[in-house]
């Protein structure tokens, strides 16, 4: 009966460091199910600088011949290709598909011929692949939306 | 008393209303801080664009496979400066686009002011946007291997952007011409040597373009258009052509009959395909935008006797921001019927943006009502003034009954 139990003070400092070690909880968890926001041109995010990429594309379906110039103003790292095939669908980066593609991408005004193995493709979408900083300051790769891609057919 | 209630704990302050005050702005600053960090790189910034007005003009390209030079004159027809260009090639026709640069190949002793910038020819770049309005140049590259097909040129500029001198590439401003044959005057395209099997004879002046079928009617890829451009001898060569011009409009010398009907619908000298005379080049062509009451040209035409009549232009299409929605078309209509649509993925066809292209549609008289005042119209069905349709050497051709 003559105990004191914890004092206010403590109680407090207590509460406060719980409800702090929760929240860096949720927040360590939230963030690693969320994208970093990777930045381009400063301190643009990468998903915004999709929407100016411009580029025009032809594909030749008899010689398996792609053909891309960059026409905008945002360098262009990489172009995953989504083909869909008879019965099947599949996602490629053109880095590993065709060995002439830049390594640092198609700059301003840049432009790629190169040959695709793609066996009666029904459609072919190009989405272009961005790069840009994280926030640790490193250069990390960013796919655009579907929404950014071309139909080549 | 006191004692007692503070052996309970009742006395206690706990921590003052001040230090809660603190804490609590200190966690609201510190949120919001988060927050803010998080949200300021959505923020959308201006984007890097060249202005409307930039247009540059391929007088002349022209390639001596003797010498291996490849001349370029070149105008600024635009309302604005320009610092420089990206040029690609191709080498043979059957290539849709011109992917090979050769902008390393540039002579710069025996060009005009220019020089290579880093993947890039500059008209001077000792200063900035050098090259302005009505300045023409000559520049020649040695092209050691193959012979250029056409040659496609984007103009550069500097700009200031976020307080950061940028080169700008004009991307809407893409140029592209055929290049010809060199070292001597161009002599008149052949005509007559062309057989109807590849579209070929599309080349060739006004005059032969109706022969390209055979008095039955159908191209059966023997015969030839006829003699050169300066003595067309079509009609003579293929007897009793069926197929009969009804007009070719290049808007050269105007807008040829084409209704201009307001703000979104102009005779525009932004780009050209082909002259009056279905020759490349140019400087004019007809330009809708938008969707409104005004985007629209049309003319009447005397269709009677004719079973069917064919219509075909060169279309651009070209969208400065976001490129075409999936139901922002062009509509071809006859009569205010709707004949066909170009355009986005939902519209009738889907096309490529940014190039000349060459369309075609066919009409019949059990399909419309064939009489002497037959609307063509061209209607623009598309999100915003950003969004442009260029028309050009629009060709009119029947078949009578």
């Not at chain 2, 230090?19 to 790189?41: C, D, K, M, N």
């Not at chain 2, 976020?162 to 700008?168: A, C, H, I, T, Y």
């Given at each position: 009966?003559?105990?004191?139990?914890?004092?206010?003070?403590?109680?407090?400092?207590?509460?406060?460091?719980?409800?702090?070690?929760?929240?860096?909880?949720?927040?360590?968890?939230?963030?690693?199910?969320?994208?970093?926001?990777?930045?381009?041109?400063?301190?643009?995010?990468?998903?915004?600088?999709?929407?100016?990429?411009?580029?025009?594309?032809t594909?030749?379906?008899a010689?398996?011949?792609?053909?891309?110039?960059?026409?905008?103003?945002?360098?262009?790292?990489?172009?995953?290709?989504?083909?869909?095939e008879?019965?099947k669908?599949?996602?490629?980066?053109?880095?590993?598909?065709?060995?002439?593609?830049?390594?640092?991408?198609?700059?301003?005004?840049?432009?790629?011929?190169?040959?695709?193995?793609?066996?009666?493709?029904?459609?072919?979408?190009?989405?272009?692949?961005?790069?840009?900083?994280?926030?640790?300051?490193?250069?990390?790769?960013?796919?655009?939306?579907?929404?950014?891609?071309?139909?080549?057919? | 008393m006191?004692l007692?209630?503070?052996?309970?704990?009742?006395?206690?302050?706990?921590?003052?209303?001040?230090?809660?005050y603190?804490?609590?702005?200190?966690?609201?600053?510190?949120?919001?801080?988060?927050?803010?960090?998080?949200?300021?790189?959505?923020?959308?910034?201006?984007?890097m664009?060249?202005?409307?007005?930039?247009?540059?003009?391929?007088?002349?390209?022209?390639?001596?496979?003797?010498?291996?030079?490849?001349s370029?004159?070149?105008?600024?027809?635009?309302?604005?400066?320009?610092?420089?260009?990206?040029?690609?090639?191709?080498?043979?026709?059957?290539?849709?686009?011109?992917?090979?640069?050769?902008?390393?190949?540039?002579?710069?002793?025996?060009?005009?002011?220019?020089?290579?910038?880093?993947?890039?020819?500059?008209?001077?770049?000792?200063?900035?946007?050098?090259?302005?309005?009505?300045?023409?140049?000559?520049?020649?590259?040695?092209?050691?291997?193959?012979?250029?097909?056409?040659?496609?040129?984007?103009?550069?500029?500097?700009?200031?952007?976020?307080?950061?001198?940028?080169?700008?590439?004009?991307?809407?401003?893409?140029?592209?011409?055929?290049?010809?044959?060199?070292?001597?005057?161009?002599?008149?395209?052949?005509?007559?040597?062309?057989?109807?099997?590849?579209?070929?004879?599309?080349?060739?002046?006004?005059?032969?373009?109706?022969?390209?079928?055979?008095?039955?009617?159908?191209?059966?890829?023997?015969?030839t258009?006829?003699?050169?451009?300066?003595?067309?001898?079509?009609n003579?060569?293929?007897?009793?052509?069926?197929?009969?011009?009804?007009?070719?409009?290049?808007?050269?010398?105007?807008?040829?009959?084409?209704?201009?009907?307001?703000?979104?619908?102009?005779?525009?000298?932004?780009?050209?395909?082909?002259?009056?005379?279905?020759?490349?080049?140019?400087?004019?062509?007809?330009?809708?935008?938008?969707?409104?009451?005004?985007?629209?040209?049309?003319?009447?035409?005397?269709?009677?006797?004719?079973?069917?009549?064919?219509?075909?232009?060169?279309?651009?299409?070209?969208?400065?921001?976001?490129?075409?929605?999936?139901?922002?078309?062009?509509?071809?209509?006859?009569?205010?019927?709707?004949?066909?649509?170009?355009?986005?993925?939902?519209?009738?066809?889907?096309?490529?943006?940014?190039?000349?292209?060459?369309?075609?549609?066919?009409?019949?008289?059990?399909?419309?009502?064939?009489?002497?005042?037959?609307?063509?119209?061209?209607?623009?069905e598309?999100?915003?003034?950003?969004d442009?349709?260029?028309?050009?050497?629009?060709?009119?051709?029947?078949?009578?009954?």
């Amino acid at each position: 009966m003559n105990r004191k139990g914890v004092s206010p003070v403590i109680a407090t400092v207590l509460l406060i460091a719980l409800v702090v070690i929760i929240a860096l909880i949720v927040f360590l968890w939230f963030r690693s199910i969320t994208q970093e926001a990777i930045v381009k041109f400063g301190d643009q995010n990468v998903e915004l600088v999709c929407e100016d990429v411009k580029f025009i594309a032809t594909y030749d379906s008899a010689t398996g011949t792609l053909s891309i110039s960059n026409s905008g103003n945002v360098p262009i790292y990489s172009m995953n290709l989504k083909i869909s095939e008879t019965g099947k669908y599949q996602t490629k980066d053109i880095k590993e598909m065709d060995a002439g593609w830049p390594e640092l991408g198609l700059r301003q005004g840049g432009s790629f011929s190169g040959t695709i193995e793609a066996e009666d493709p029904i459609q072919i979408t190009l989405i272009p692949v961005l790069l840009g900083t994280s926030p640790r300051g490193t250069e990390e790769t960013h796919i655009c939306a579907d929404r950014h891609g071309y139909e080549l057919l | 008393m006191r004692l007692n209630s503070k052996k309970r704990g009742k006395g206690k302050k706990g921590i003052s209303p001040l230090i809660g005050y603190v804490l609590l702005v200190v966690f609201a600053v510190v949120i919001s801080s988060i927050v803010f960090q998080w949200l300021r790189t959505y923020v959308p910034a201006q984007a890097m664009e060249c202005p409307d007005g930039v247009s540059l003009f391929l007088n002349n390209a022209t390639f001596d496979s003797d010498t291996k030079e490849l001349s370029l004159t070149m105008t600024n027809n635009g309302r604005f400066s320009i610092d420089g260009y990206y040029i690609n090639i191709k080498n043979d026709s059957e290539q849709d686009l011109a992917v090979i640069g050769i902008w390393n190949y540039l002579d710069e002793s025996k060009s005009s002011p220019a020089m290579k910038i880093a993947g890039s020819v500059s008209f001077n770049p000792q200063d900035i946007n050098l090259f302005k309005p009505q300045d023409q140049a000559t520049h020649i590259f040695n092209i050691p291997e193959g012979e250029p097909y056409s040659v496609s040129i984007i103009p550069i500029r500097r700009q200031e952007h976020r307080e950061r001198e940028r080169l700008v590439s004009c991307g809407s401003a893409r140029v592209e011409q055929t290049v010809g044959e060199g070292g001597e005057e161009e002599p008149p395209e052949e005509c007559g040597d062309e057989t109807c099997d590849s579209g070929e004879c599309n080349s060739c002046p006004q005059d032969c373009i109706h022969t390209d079928c055979c008095p039955d009617g159908t191209c059966n890829n023997e015969e030839t258009c006829g003699e050169t451009n300066d003595e067309p001898k079509c009609n003579s060569d293929c007897g009793e052509c069926p197929i009969v011009q009804i007009g070719y409009f290049g808007f050269e010398s105007g807008a040829q009959g084409w209704s201009d009907t307001g703000s979104d619908s102009d005779r525009s000298n932004e780009r050209s395909k082909v002259q009056d005379n279905g020759i490349e080049g140019g400087l004019w062509s007809f330009h809708l935008q938008d969707d409104t009451t005004s985007s629209i040209t049309a003319q009447n035409f005397d269709f009677t006797g004719y079973e069917s009549v064919t219509i075909s232009w060169w279309g651009y299409y070209s969208s400065f921001w976001w490129g075409l929605g999936s139901n922002e078309c062009v509509e071809l209509k006859i009569n205010n019927i709707k004949v066909d649509s170009w355009g986005g993925s939902e519209c009738g066809n889907h096309v490529t943006e940014d190039i000349w292209l060459e369309q075609s549609a066919t009409v019949t008289s059990s399909e419309y009502t064939f009489d002497d005042s037959v609307e063509i119209r061209f209607e623009g069905e598309m999100g915003s003034d950003w969004d442009d349709f260029y028309v050009d050497g629009i060709n009119i051709t029947g078949i009578p009954d």
